[in-house]
């Protein structure tokens, strides 16, 4: 059996619309280790809002 893992990005202030406007600007090395320890081990990946 697999474990189905969700991540979202959400500002401080709790927005999560359009993170592309708020999210990339901030993406530093930090950032992308946090997001390796969450996604580095997967061998499957779903991303988007409409997977279907």
């Known amino acids: ?3 189905i893992v969700a991540q979202l ?3 401080v202030d709790g927005v999560v619309e359009d993170p592309h406007l708020w ?3 901030y993406f530093n090395d ?3 280790s946090a997001v390796d ?3 580095g081990s997967e061998d499957t990946l779903i991303l ?3 997977t279907g």
């Open 1 to 3: 059996m697999r474990k």
């Open 9 to 11: 990005f959400v500002s």
């Open 23 to 25: 999210h990339f600007p």
């Open 30 to 32: 930090e950032t992308g």
């Open 37 to 39: 320890a969450v996604h």
């Open 48 to 50: 988007g809002r409409r």
